[in-house]
């Protein structure tokens, strides 16, 4: 059973500071790896997929990469504002659904 | 473009009653489609999922159970609720499975069970 970890579960940072938020799974054998953001009270609002094949993926001041081998995905926000205050969640996809991580909760201070 | 419509976005229901929400897709066929719950500060939780027409899996043995009587529609029913539903539930789709499926939410119903 695929097991997904997101380290830490929160963060407080001052803006314009980066942000490294973390995600393990136990199970290297994923088709993609998806990162989520959601607002308190909101559904989810897909960031970036990253296929299996893949090392990285950037979209604006967001860029992922992804070490299949090791199970592990790394989320930097550059620069961050108090508009990225949100959590994130990393999920995996696998067989035929997604398998999420509790989650990492960032505020960042103006 | 695809959209998702999930309703109601909140919900207040006494114990013994029963559930439905619903979940549909526009601008894609023969969609992937997926129930979510998420509990408070803890991950989500696949309920069920289907791959087609009357196709349900189920994840977890629960109170809860699923239809789909159109391509694009996706039921989420409860005959008698327990105080354990409340929670966040989110539906989901995607296309067919691959290195580019991406999965795209609903914007959730917050239930609560009283």
């Known amino acids: 059973k695929q097991e997904v970890t997101q380290i830490p579960a929160a963060l407080s940072v001052p803006e314009g500071e980066n942000l490294v938020l973390n995600c393990s799974f136990t199970?290297?054998?994923?088709?993609?790896l998806q990162w989520f953001r959601q607002d308190p009270g909101k559904g989810l609002t897909s960031l970036l997929l990253?296929?299996?094949?893949?090392r990285e993926q950037t979209s604006g001041r967001l860029n992922a990469s992804l070490d299949k081998s090791s199970g592990r995905s790394t989320l930097y926000i550059a620069a961050s504002q108090p508009g990225d205050s949100a959590t994130y969640l990393c999920a995996v996809m696998d067989d035929y659904k997604l398998s999420f991580g509790a989650g990492t909760t960032v505020t960042v201070r103006a | 473009s695809q959209t998702i419509h999930q309703w109601p976005a909140t919900l207040v229901q006494p114990v013994g009653s029963p559930l439905s929400l619903e979940c549909t897709v526009e601008?894609?066929?023969?969609?992937?489609l997926y129930w979510y719950r998420q509990a408070a500060g803890r991950g989500l939780q696949l309920l069920f999922y289907s791959v087609g027409i009357g196709q349900i899996s189920s994840e977890v043995p629960q109170n809860l159970s699923a239809s789909r009587p159109q391509d694009r529609q996706f039921i989420l029913s409860s005959k008698k609720l327990l105080l354990s539903d409340s929670g966040f539930y989110l539906c989901a789709w995607s296309v067919r499975l691959g290195v580019n499926t991406e999965a795209f939410f609903g914007q959730g119903t917050r239930l609560t069970v009283v």
């Open positions: 601008g894609t066929s023969n969609p992937n």
């Open positions: 199970d290297s054998a994923i088709y993609n």
């Open positions: 990253i296929q299996s094949s893949q």
